[in-house]
């Protein structure tokens, strides 16, 4: 008897290890890009402007306010684009590598911009 109980508590041993998560993947960290409604632009973590960023996973909450504005994201494997004429909410997943990004209005480049270091 005492044989049966040890090999059922080891059966139940291992099947407790077998169903146990492994290790949850890591969640995306969230930025919020915000362009319009007037002459604004913007990237933030929080309510913090992002100016660098570590390397990885990234979801970016995109508000672009305006019809004659869009939000444009360009870096190292990296072109996501709004469009001008339209008032939308989009969310981007991305993966963020070593280099520089930059963000812009693509109609008030001049002006309109900003970017950021990942390391």
């Known amino acids: 008897m005492t044989r049966i109980r ?3 508590a080891g059966v139940a041993a ?3 290890v077998a169903v146990a998560p492994v290790g949850a993947a890591p969640s995306a960290t ?3 890009a915000t362009v319009g409604p007037g ?3 913007s990237l933030k973590k929080g309510t913090t402007k992002v100016t660098k960023l570590k390397a990885g996973a990234y979801t970016i909450a995109v508000s672009d306010k305006s019809n004659m504005h869009n939000f444009h994201l360009t870096g190292p494997g990296v ?4 469009s001008v004429t339209a008032v939308v909410n989009q969310t981007w ?3 963020l590598k070593k280099g520089t990004y930059k ?3 693509d109609p008030h480049a001049s ?3 900003g970017s950021f270091k990942v390391s």
């Open 6 to 8: 040890l090999a059922l």
């Open 14 to 16: 291992v099947a407790l």
């Open 30 to 32: 969230k930025l919020t």
């Open 39 to 41: 002459f604004t632009i």
């Open 79 to 82: 072109n996501k684009k709004t």
């Open 93 to 95: 997943k991305v993966t």
């Open 103 to 105: 963000f812009v209005c």
């Open 111 to 113: 002006f309109m911009k």
